[in-house]
C-alpha cells in the first residue's frame, strides 16, 4: 500500500434523498457536501447532470490543492441504502480508475452487533453506532438519532456494542403522506417550529368574543398539520429515550445522545434533552472508521 500521508480518501454516505461526500485528512472528516439526487421541484436529476455535477466537485477540490489529480491514488469509501444510486457512483467512478471500498455488511465493521439477525440491519445505523463510539465517554450508553428520510434511533451499550433500536417516519414522509393519501390537506415540507422560528404560520388573533388562552392550538391546515406532525415526532423520540433509559436503568449523566441527519438541528431544538449534540458527519465518520479497518485487513 502506498504511504498514509499520500492517500486520499473520500467517504460517501448514500441516502434516499441524497449523497454526502466526505474528505478525510488524518484521523477525521474535515469537509463535507451534499448532494441531493433530485431538483427542488422533484424530479430526479439525469445521470449525465449528477455526473457532471460530482466531476466538478473534484475539479473544485483539486483546484483548491485538497486533493490529488491523480485520481489512482484516490480512496472512496462508500456505504448506500440506495443501490440504484450507488451503482451509478460506482460505475462512474471506475471510470476515473479510483479505488473502491463498498461497505455493505456487518462483518467488514469493527463492531459487536448483539442482535438475532445482524444482516437485516441497515449498513447506515450501523456505522453510526461505529461513531457513536469515537464520541461516547467511557462506560456509558449511547444513543444515535439520524434524521432523515426515515428517523433512525440506535443504540450501543456500555461496552461498545451495537444492541438494536427503532426506526420511525422522517419529516418528509409524513408531510408528504397526509397530502398523497388524501383529497385536500396540502403538503407541508416546511417544519420549522412556529412558536420559535416562523411567526408568520401563527395564528392571527381572532377578532371575536373568545377569551385568550396563553395557549392557543393551530386553527388553520397547514399550520396544524406541521404542529401536528413536530409533536408526533418530539413526542415519538422522548418516549423512546425514555423507555430506553428505564429498560436499562440508566442512570442521569451515563448517557451520550448524539443526532445527526439533515433535520438533525430541528430534533435537538424539539425534543428535551439537555445534553443531546448534533454531529453533522457521525455517518461519515463512521464510514471513515470502517474504511480504515478494511485497509488494514
Given at each position: 500500500?502506498?504511504?498514509?500521508?499520500?492517500?486520499?480518501?473520500?467517504?460517501?454516505?448514500?441516502?434516499?434523498?441524497?449523497?454526502?461526500?466526505?474528505?478525510?485528512?488524518?484521523?477525521?472528516v474535515?469537509?463535507?457536501?451534499?448532494?441531493?439526487?433530485?431538483?427542488?421541484?422533484?424530479?430526479?436529476l439525469?445521470?449525465?447532470?449528477?455526473?457532471?455535477?460530482?466531476?466538478?466537485?473534484?475539479d473544485?477540490?483539486?483546484?483548491?490543492?485538497?486533493?490529488?489529480?491523480?485520481?489512482?491514488?484516490?480512496?472512496?469509501?462508500?456505504?448506500?441504502?440506495?443501490?440504484?444510486?450507488?451503482?451509478?457512483?460506482?460505475?462512474?467512478?471506475?471510470?476515473?480508475?479510483?479505488?473502491?471500498i463498498?461497505?455493505?455488511?456487518?462483518?467488514?465493521?469493527?463492531?459487536?452487533?448483539?442482535?438475532?439477525?445482524?444482516?437485516?440491519?441497515?449498513?447506515?445505523?450501523?456505522?453510526n453506532a461505529?461513531?457513536?463510539?469515537?464520541?461516547?465517554?467511557?462506560?456509558?450508553?449511547?444513543?444515535?438519532?439520524?434524521?432523515?428520510?426515515?428517523?433512525?434511533?440506535?443504540?450501543?451499550?456500555?461496552?461498545?456494542?451495537?444492541?438494536?433500536?427503532?426506526?420511525?417516519?422522517?419529516?418528509?414522509?409524513?408531510?408528504?403522506?397526509?397530502?398523497?393519501?388524501?383529497?385536500?390537506?396540502p403538503?407541508?415540507?416546511?417544519?420549522?417550529?412556529?412558536?420559535?422560528?416562523?411567526?408568520?404560520?401563527?395564528?392571527?388573533?381572532?377578532k371575536?368574543?373568545?377569551?385568550?388562552?396563553?395557549?392557543?392550538?393551530?386553527?388553520?391546515?397547514?399550520?396544524?398539520?406541521?404542529?401536528?406532525?413536530?409533536?408526533?415526532?418530539?413526542?415519538?423520540?422522548?418516549?423512546?429515550?425514555?423507555?430506553?433509559?428505564?429498560?436499562?436503568?440508566?442512570q442521569?449523566?451515563?448517557?451520550?445522545?448524539?443526532?445527526?441527519?439533515?433535520?438533525?438541528?430541528?430534533?435537538?431544538?424539539?425534543?428535551?434533552?439537555?445534553?443531546?449534540?448534533?454531529?453533522?458527519?457521525?455517518?461519515?465518520?463512521?464510514?471513515?472508521?470502517?474504511?480504515?479497518?478494511?485497509?488494514r485487513?
Open positions: 500500500m502506498e504511504n498514509e500521508a499520500n492517500i486520499f480518501e473520500i467517504v460517501v454516505d448514500i441516502g434516499n434523498t441524497r449523497m454526502k461526500w466526505g474528505l478525510c485528512q488524518a484521523n477525521s474535515i469537509l463535507d457536501i451534499s448532494i441531493p439526487h433530485h431538483n427542488e421541484d422533484g424530479p430526479q439525469l445521470q449525465k447532470h449528477q455526473e457532471q455535477l460530482w466531476q466538478t466537485i473534484l473544485q477540490w483539486q483546484q483548491e490543492k485538497k486533493i490529488t489529480s491523480n485520481y489512482s491514488s484516490l480512496y472512496w469509501n462508500i456505504a448506500s441504502v440506495h443501490p440504484g444510486h450507488c451503482d451509478q457512483l460506482i460505475d462512474w467512478l471506475h471510470s476515473l480508475g479510483a479505488n473502491i463498498v461497505i455493505d455488511s456487518y462483518t467488514q465493521l469493527p463492531l459487536k452487533v448483539r442482535v438475532e439477525k445482524p444482516e437485516s440491519v441497515g449498513i447506515d445505523r450501523l456505522l461505529l461513531a457513536m463510539n469515537r464520541f461516547r465517554r467511557e462506560n456509558h450508553f449511547g444513543i444515535a438519532v439520524d434524521a432523515g428520510t426515515a428517523i433512525t434511533i440506535d443504540i450501543v451499550n456500555r461496552a461498545g456494542e451495537f444492541i438494536g433500536g427503532y426506526i420511525l417516519p422522517g419529516l418528509p414522509l409524513l408531510g408528504r403522506s397526509l397530502h398523497d393519501y388524501t383529497a385536500k390537506l403538503w407541508v415540507k416546511d417544519f420549522s417550529d412556529p412558536e420559535l422560528t416562523d411567526s408568520n404560520l401563527l395564528e392571527k388573533p381572532r371575536d368574543s373568545l377569551p385568550s388562552f396563553s395557549f392557543n392550538p393551530p386553527g388553520a391546515t397547514r399550520t396544524a398539520i406541521q404542529r401536528g406532525i413536530i409533536a408526533l415526532i418530539s413526542g415519538g423520540i422522548n418516549k423512546i429515550v425514555q423507555d430506553i433509559q428505564t429498560g436499562f436503568q440508566i442521569s449523566g451515563e448517557l451520550d445522545l448524539l443526532i445527526t441527519g439533515g433535520d438533525a438541528n430541528k430534533i435537538q431544538q424539539w425534543c428535551s434533552w439537555n445534553s443531546a449534540v448534533v454531529v453533522p458527519q457521525l455517518t461519515l465518520e463512521g464510514i471513515r472508521i470502517a474504511g480504515k479497518h478494511m485497509q485487513g
